[in-house]
């Protein structure tokens, strides 16, 4: 029988699930609506990474990565409820 970690317990051996997100393409395009360094941009960042998170992107028009995903099928909502 293998142990699980609790949460507050690291276990030896135990995968820890991926929960990052980073675009690249996002970056890019906050910088050029705000200067980097500034409140205004760290409001920005949030607000913007927070509804890539979810799926809906602010620069998807404007995107080629989100593009090549639509093309791909349909990017589902699933976190809207967060």
């Known amino acids: 029988m293998k142990v699980n970690g609790n949460g507050l317990v690291e276990i030896y051996g135990e995968k820890t699930k991926e929960r990052g997100f980073f675009c690249m393409k996002l970056l890019a395009f906050l910088n050029t ?5 500034t409140e205004a941009y760290a409001e920005l ?11 809906a992107c602010a620069y998807r028009g404007k995107c080629p990565i989100y593009a090549r995903t639509a093309k791909k099928g349909i990017q589902q909502n699933l976190f809207a409820q967060l």
Do not use: I, S
């Open 33 to 37: 609506e705000a200067e980097p360094g």
């Open 45 to 55: 960042w949030e607000q913007r990474f927070n509804e890539a998170k979810l799926g």
